[in-house]
C-alpha cells in the first residue's frame, strides 16, 4: 500500500509540471537537441547513425522506444499517431522522465524499507517523496557494502561459535580472547535496538577519534581475514559484478574513453576541489541535519575527546583542502560559456567573486565533510564510510565540468544511510526542496532570456 500511495503522491506532481512544461517549452531545448533527434532515429529503425555529442551509451533510448510502443495502441486508437515513428514526438519522449519519477520513488521506497525496517509506512513514504529528486564506481561500491556486510556477519557468527564453545566447556580463556579480538570492538557497538532484519552496526555518538581509528582497524582486519576464509563464497556471490566489471573494461579499451561523444571536453582530468565543492552541496541540500547547534557541538565533542588526533585530522585535512582548491580548481570552457546554469553563477559570484574566496570557503568544505562523516558514523561502519568516500572522490575528481548531477548518486547514499528519526528534519528537508524545485521551474519557464549572438530562448537550469 505505501509503496501505491508513494506513486500515486509523486504523480500529482509529475503529470501537472509535464503539462506545463511541454505547453511552455514544446520544442527540443538544451541538450533535448541532440537526444530527441537520436531517439527518433531509433524510433525510424536507424541504429547505425550516432551523434557525436552524445556521451552516454544508448540505454534510455531503447527505453524510449519501450515506452512508446506501450503507449502506441492508445495512440492509434485516439488517432492521434497512426504510426511509430510519428509517436515519437517531444512530449511523448520527455514523458519518459515523468514515468521514469515514479519508478524511482517506488525504488527508493523500497531502499529505505530495507535499510529502515522499524519506520511506519507513512514515513517511508514521506522520505521516498522528499528525496526522490549507471555508473561502475557505485556498483562497485555495492559490491564492497555487500562484501563488508557479508563478511562482517561471517565473522560475527565464527565469534558466536566460539563464544559457545568456550562457555560449554569452560577451557583456556586466553584462547576465547584471541578468538574474539578481532571483532570484540564491533561486537560492543551493536545497536541494542536494531532490528534482525537491518544488520547495520551503530556507533555511540561520544566515539573518540582514537577509538574510531582503531576501530576502523579493527574492522579492515576482521573484513581481510573474513573474505579469505569464504574467498570462493564471494567469488560466486559477487560474479555477477566481476562481469560487468570486465563488461566496462573491454568498453574502455574498444571506446578509448569513458564517453562515447566529445572526449576532448569531457577529458579526465585531476579535479579535486570538485570533491569540495560535493561536501558544501550536500551539507546544503540537507542542512537541517548538518547545520544545527546540537549537531556542531556534537562534532566538537568528538574532537575534543581526543585532541591531539582530532585536531592532526582537521589540520591535514585542511592542508588537503587548501592544495585541492588551490592547485585543482579547473575552469571548464563550457562552465565560462553557458549563463543558462546556475554553477555558472555560483563560480563567477561567489567562487572566482575574489582571489581569496577559494580559501575562505575551505573551513566550509572541512566542516560539511566532517559532518557527513560522523552522520554516516552513527549508522554505518567506520569501513563502509572510507570506501563511500574513495568512491565518491573516484567519481568526482576525473569530471573536469561543475555539474551537480554527478552529486546526486553520493548524496542519495548519503541521505539514505543516514539516521534521520525526527519528523521535524524530514519536513524541513522537505520544504527546502518544495521551495528549491519551484525556483527552479518558475525561472525556467517563466523567466526566459535572449542571447545577442545567437537565436533563440534561452532558459535557466540547474
Not at 501505491?4 to 501537472?16: E, F, K, M, R
Not at 552516454?56 to 533510448?61: A, E, R
Not at 520527455?94 to 535499510?115: D, F, K, P, Q
Not at 586466553?174 to 532484519?197: E, F, I, P
Request: hydrophobic share 50%.
Amino acid at each position: 500500500m505505501g509503496r501505491i500511495a508513494t506513486g500515486a503522491i509523486v504523480s500529482l506532481w509529475v503529470i501537472p509540471v509535464s503539462v506545463l512544461v511541454n505547453r511552455i517549452v514544446p520544442d527540443p531545448y538544451m541538450d533535448e537537441i541532440f537526444h530527441i533527434p537520436q531517439a527518433q532515429k531509433y524510433c525510424n529503425g536507424d541504429f547505425m547513425r550516432w551523434d557525436p555529442m552524445i556521451t552516454t551509451p544508448p540505454g534510455l533510448y531503447y527505453l524510449s522506444l519501450v515506452h512508446v510502443a506501450a503507449l502506441l495502441p492508445s495512440k492509434y486508437v485516439l488517432q492521434l499517431a497512426p504510426s511509430f515513428p510519428e509517436a515519437c514526438s517531444t512530449a511523448v519522449l520527455r514523458s519518459v522522465n515523468g514515468v521514469l519519477a515514479v519508478l524511482c520513488s517506488i525504488i527508493v521506497y523500497e531502499i529505505i524499507t530495507h535499510l529502515r525496517p522499524a519506520l511506519d509506512d507513512r514515513k517511508l513514504g514521506a522520505m521516498a517523496v522528499v528525496i526522490r529528486q549507471t555508473n561502475i564506481i557505485w556498483m562497485l561500491f555495492v559490491a564492497c557494502s555487500g562484501v563488508i556486510d557479508i563478511t562482517m556477519a561471517h565473522q560475527k557468527d565464527s565469534v558466536e561459535v566460539d563464544d559457545s564453545k568456550a562457555s560449554n566447556k569452560g577451557t583456556n580463556l586466553s584462547a576465547l580472547n584471541t578468538s574474539v579480538n578481532v571483532s570484540s570492538n564491533l561486537k560492543r557497538r551493536k545497536s541494542r535496538g536494531n532490528s534482525k532484519a537491518n544488520q547495520h552496526i551503530f556507533y555511540p555518538s561520544n566515539t573518540s577519534s582514537a577509538s574510531q581509528t582503531l576501530g576502523l582497524l579493527h574492522e579492515i582486519q576482521a573484513i581481510v581475514l573474513s573474505s579469505w576464509r569464504i574467498k570462493w563464497e564471494l567469488l560466486v556471490s559477487f560474479s555477477p559484478f566481476f562481469f560487468v566489471l570486465l563488461a566496462f573494461v573491454a568498453f574502455l579499451l574498444w571506446n578509448g574513453s569513458v564517453v562515447l561523444g566529445a572526449k576532448e571536453a569531457h577529458a579526465v582530468s585531476p579535479h579535486f576541489a570538485q570533491i569540495m565543492y560535493f561536501s558544501i552541496v550536500s551539507a546544503l541540500f540537507a542542512a537541517p541535519l548538518h547545520f544545527t547547534i546540537g549537531h556542531a557541538l556534537d562534532l566538537f565533542q568528538s574532537f575534543w575527546k581526543n585532541r591531539l588526533l582530532g585536531f592532526l585530522l582537521l589540520f591535514l585535512a585542511s592542508i588537503a583542502s587548501l592544495l585541492s582548491v588551490h592547485f585543482f580548481s579547473i575552469a571548464h570552457p563550457y562552465l565560462l560559456a553557458d549563463n543558462r546554469h546556475y554553477t555558472f553563477y555560483l563560480w563567477k559570484k561567489i567562487i572566482k567573486f575574489h582571489w581569496s574566496m577559494k580559501y575562505l570557503l575551505v573551513p566550509f568544505y572541512v566542516y560539511s565533510w566532517l559532518s557527513i562523516f560522523r552522520l554516516l558514523g552513527k549508522t554505518r561502519r567506520r569501513i563502509w564510510t572510507l570506501v563511500y568516500f574513495f568512491a565518491t572522490s573516484a567519481v568526482l575528481i576525473p569530471a573536469p565540468l561543475i555539474e551537480f548531477r554527478y552529486y546526486t548518486i553520493p548524496f542519495y547514499f548519503f541521505i539514505l544511510h543516514s539516521s534521520i528519526n525526527d519528523s521535524q528534519s524530514w519536513l524541513l528537508i522537505g520544504i527546502l526542496y518544495t521551495v528549491l524545485n519551484a525556483f527552479t521551474m518558475t525561472m525556467f519557464l517563466f523567466r526566459p532570456f535572449h542571447w545577442d549572438h545567437e537565436p533563440g530562448v534561452q532558459r535557466f537550469i540547474w
